[in-house]
């Protein structure tokens, strides 16, 4: 008995000094799981994140221990441990609270940026499509083409087009489409309904080994919400027969482990154009998640998209000069199109027997595009006209699957990530045709199949070595092109593959609380046109992009954060937007090297600021000096505005954006005019009525959204003229919106 004694005592010395395993959750009040949670032990520093079921694991901990529980947007919660919380678990609810910059600690937070778009996201919502993309801090956005066909988008010094650099994803699903009758890389994201977003998860640069194609300048990761506390019906009417209608509905209710909702959105508008665009948009998404054992979560999503438009496309500064048309005019307004996309998405987080996290989903897409342009007029057919039809029809099928592991060495923490994934692309009567009046074919210049197909595999690891944290990771790509020409009289099917492997290093250091740096280095790239690879015999199939960023986050006082990073990126080849054919096209080695800086300033708890700006140099490394300037790459960009939310009642925004001058063409012969433009809306909540007004463009300026030196010639014109043409911004636009909630 005295031996038992004896053994009891120095078991319970041993635990007391060694510590135990803690298993837990964190949720908050309506049972949703919350992801990044720090949880730390106050008694002996042992310290954790939670995963995104909400799940943690804490280490060297004992009875009676202090454990504090925090995140921003959360009330700090401090619990004390006790023998039943490591038989069964231990729970932990947090409430929400108002964003407090000056809680913000940098040592606590896996990727304070991440932290900091979501306190952006926070406090000033997105309520339209156009304002989804530009949550991330320095991307600029420009349509073109009457609403409907995905917006040009410009990051870091490039003029991505329609995603020819830069990844885009939500929940998992690519929305970059490849070898796409319009552009390498087009991405649509129409279909993504603004209040369903959760999350923005972004990144710059090539450095992160879960992002494959068109990760170059940067990504996008969007994620969609499990569950919504209540159930919404807007409506919102404003200039230019604008019009739109939003319900949200809750379809489970009080249910603890599963959630269920649908939103139904439709949109119509003519536009500020002579010629209206009679643009209408219907989206339907549907989203449904329960919890397996308490802990493993399955999500099934579903959504339709569908919209038709017609538009008065680019016109040359030549005709408004001269007074022939005004700003909002037409040459030729039968342009125009129609696009469609269904979605069906399972996601499934498992916690596995070592604790690991099992991460994946199975996605497929049905899409359909129809477009109509006219970039030249009557350059090419001086009778009919230039007019081109885009069109292709396609099935994506693929999975992505990661398993996340920590272990511990000693002191250093580390933890791996292994993926892979599959995308198959099915692209039916891919087609580029001469048409007249979106009716006759008077030639087709290209039509075929493409079956395009990729394949990765990825590793990564972080280790926390005290105040520094080192991430080196690797990825495989294999693809395989084949391409059916259904012009060519023979049948024939041409096949190429390709692998690379891109490795990526990266580095963090905590230096105290309010201060961190970072050195990322990566290479990333982007794949080809199918068509180009095959039928041009492109010797660079997935050309790759090599970058490297140094900067730090800064917390000088309570309510001040700063970020500031100098960066470098060498291209082995850019794709270059071509508007006499309304294609993208290859075009050399370039080389971009950039400051990016922002500023977050929280003047009280309700009034919030925040900025960035990025100036870049951005030239051609296969052009002669002074003639090699990348058309439409931007020089400096800046952005940001004041928000305001004054204890539940009044909330809203003053928004701006500035784009620089920049060149045109190679030589800079020919100059897009810079904008500066300014937005506002407020919002008034009465009980479970808000009453809200916006205002784009508040000064009314006269502006160039889109602009692109082409040669064109008018039906009156015997010789041909290069130079601007441009789609003119939003004029003052104002609209109004009311929303109830039950």
């Not at 909702?261 to 998404?285: C, H, K, M």
Request: negative net charge; aromatic residues 14%; proline residues 3%.
């Amino acid at each position: 008995m005295k031996n038992k004694i004896i053994l009891f005592v120095v078991f319970t010395c041993y635990l007391q000094a060694f510590g135990q395993q803690l298993k837990g959750r964190v949720l908050d009040s309506f049972n949703e799981p919350l992801e990044n949670v720090y949880v730390i032990n106050m008694d002996t520093n042992s310290h954790t994140h939670t995963d995104e079921n909400g799940n943690f694991i804490l280490e060297n901990t004992n009875i009676n221990n202090t454990i504090q529980i925090s995140i921003l947007g959360f009330k700090k919660k401090t619990v004390t441990v006790k023998q039943v919380d490591f038989n069964n678990g231990k729970t932990i609810i947090l409430e929400t609270k108002v964003f407090l910059l000056e809680e913000l600690v940098l040592r606590k937070e896996i990727n304070a940026l991440q932290t900091i778009s979501k306190i952006d996201l926070k406090v000033n919502p997105v309520n339209s499509s156009q304002e989804i993309l530009r949550k991330v801090p320095g991307l600029f956005i420009g349509q073109h083409a009457g609403g409907g066909k995905a917006e040009q988008i410009f990051l870091r010094g490039f003029d991505i087009d329609h995603g020819t650099d830069i990844t885009l994803s939500v929940d998992g699903m690519p929305i970059n489409m490849v070898s796409h009758a319009h552009g390498q890389g087009y991405s649509d994201l129409h279909f993504v309904i603004p209040e369903t977003i959760k999350n923005i998860n972004f990144g710059k640069g090539p450095y992160f080994a879960n992002q494959g194609d068109f990760n170059t300048a940067g990504y996008v990761d969007f994620s969609t919400k499990t569950a919504i506390n209540k159930n919404t019906i807007s409506m919102g009417f404003g200039d230019f027969n604008s019009l739109r209608t939003l319900g949200m509905f809750n379809l489970l209710e009080n249910k603890k482990n599963e959630n269920a909702y649908v939103a139904l959105e439709y949109i119509a508008t003519d536009g500020a154009f002579e010629s209206p665009q009679n643009f209408n948009r219907l989206n339907i998404f549907g989203k449904y998640s329960t919890f397996l054992n308490g802990k493993d979560r399955v999500t099934f999503t579903a959504s339709h998209f569908t919209s038709s438009w017609d538009a008065s496309g680019q016109i040359p500064v030549r005709e408004v000069n001269n007074g022939n048309i005004t700003r909002f005019g037409a040459i030729d307004d039968t342009e125009g199109g129609f696009t469609s996309r269904t979605n069906l998405n399972v996601q499934f987080n498992k916690t596995l027997a070592n604790e690991s996290l099992l991460k994946t989903n199975i996605f497929y897409s049905k899409y359909n595009f129809e477009l109509y342009s006219n970039f030249t007029f009557f350059l090419d057919d001086a009778v009919n006209g230039d007019q081109i039809k885009q069109f292709e029809n396609r099935d994506i099928f693929g999975m992505n699957a990661e398993i996340i592991n920590t272990k511990n060495y000693g002191s250093v923490e580390a933890k791996f990530t292994k993926g892979a994934g599959l995308r198959y692309d099915l692209v039916n009567d891919n087609e580029l045709s001469h048409t007249k009046n979106r009716r006759e074919v008077l030639d087709r210049i290209q039509l075929g199949n493409v079956k395009q197909t990729n394949m990765y595999a990825f590793f990564n690891s972080e280790f926390e070595i005290g105040k520094f944290k080192i991430s080196p990771s690797v990825r495989l790509d294999y693809f395989k092109f084949l391409y059916n020409d259904a012009l060519n009289p023979t049948y024939e099917t041409l096949t190429k593959t390709k692998a690379i492997v891109n490795p990526k290093l990266n580095f963090l250091y905590t230096q105290n609380d309010n201060l961190q740096w970072f050195l990322k280095s990566g290479i990333g790239f982007h794949s080809n046109d199918a068509r180009v690879v095959l039928q041009q015999n492109a010797d660079k199939i997935l050309p790759r992009a090599y970058g490297l960023d140094f900067g730090n986050i800064w917390k000088p006082t309570k309510n001040l954060v700063l970020n500031t990073a100098v960066w470098y990126l060498l291209s082995e080849e850019e794709f270059v937007y071509v508007g006499d054919a309304g294609i993208v096209e290859p075009s050399g080695e370039s080389e971009r090297f950039g400051l990016d800086f922002g500023v977050r300033y929280q003047f009280t708890d309700w009034l919030y600021f925040d900025t960035d700006a990025t100036l870049t140099k951005a030239r051609s490394l296969e052009n002669v000096n002074g003639e090699n300037y990348i058309p439409l790459a931007p020089n400096f960009t800046m952005s940001g505005g004041l928000s305001f939310n004054n204890l539940g009642k009044f909330s809203g925004g003053l928004r701006y954006r500035y784009l620089d001058d920049r060149p045109a063409n190679e030589d800079y012969s020919i100059v897009a005019d810079g904008y500066f433009v300014t937005d506002f809306n407020i919002n008034y909540k009465m009980k479970d009525v808000t009453f809200g007004v916006a205002i784009e463009n508040i000064f009314d300026v006269a502006w160039n959204e889109t602009q692109f030196a082409t040669e064109s010639r008018l039906q009156n014109e015997t010789n041909s003229v290069e130079e601007i043409h441009f789609t003119p911004g939003t004029p003052f636009f104002a609209k109004a919106t009311v929303s109830y909630q039950f």
